[in-house]
T-cell receptor, first 116, second 110 residues
């Protein structure tokens, strides 16, 4: 399977614990995005990488959230001191360079986080 | 900031009926993308519209981009049960990421 993969698929944690998610994008894609989706809502943008550079972060991304893409391939998203409000599906997407700068994004299956 | 709004939030149709969802932006969009998310699944790209007044068709699906590039629509002719899911429009934010609408959830009963 050459699509976007995410691990773990599900994570249950207690409030105050730290969690880390991993995303493996499609290999030739240089752009990688993290989104968060809650029930009944569309995906909300969190952050974006062009190769290894984190070029954009949403105001939604508090100081407890950090993301890395150390070699321009896989990416990790860490949430420190989790809160119940962090419970959501965390989606990763990747894309190549496209016309007018925007191209189709390929989404992974997501990591569902439940904070107790 | 730029917001993308979709209506209706839900639509329940009988199989064979038509369906339309509308997307409106508070600002002019350079382009707009549409995605479909099946229940329990992840968003899957359907199409991107770039030109003012553009109309694109994919079998029973017709996508339109408004002349002012502030609105868009998706029309499905003769719905099938396989069309069930949530349809999202998304416009670019200040960079290359997307601002998604809340989506329209389509339920099709046989």
């Amino acid at each position: 399977d050459t699509g976007v993969s995410q691990n773990p698929r599900h994570k249950i944690t207690k409030r105050g614990q730290n969690v880390t998610f991993r995303c493996d994008p499609i290999s030739e894609h240089n752009r990688l995005y993290w989104y968060r989706q809650t029930l009944g809502q569309g995906p909300e943008f969190l952050t974006y990488f062009q190769n290894e550079a984190q070029l954009e972060k949403s105001r939604l991304l508090s100081d407890r959230f950090s993301a890395e893409r150390p070699k321009g391939s896989f990416s990790t998203l860490e949430i420190q001191r989790t809160e119940q409000g962090d419970s959501a599906m965390y989606l990763c997407a990747s894309s190549s360079d496209g016309l007018a700068g925007l191209s189709e994004q390929f989404f992974g299956p997501g990591t569902r986080l439940t904070v107790l | 900031g730029q917001q993308v709004m979709q209506i209706p939030q839900y639509q329940h149709v009988q199989e064979g009926e038509d369906f339309t969802t509308y997307c409106n932006s508070s600002t002019t969009l350079s382009n707009i993308q549409w995605y479909k998310q099946r229940p329990g699944g992840h968003p899957v790209f359907l199409i991107q519209l770039v030109k003012s007044g553009e109309v694109k068709k994919q079998k029973r699906l017709t996508f339109q981009f408004g002349e002012a590039k502030k609105n868009s629509s998706l029309h499905i002719t003769a719905t099938q049960t396989t069309d069930v899911g949530t349809y999202f429009c998304a416009g670019p934010n200040s960079g290359y990421a997307l601002n998604f609408g809340k989506g329209t959830s389509l339920l099709v009963t046989p």
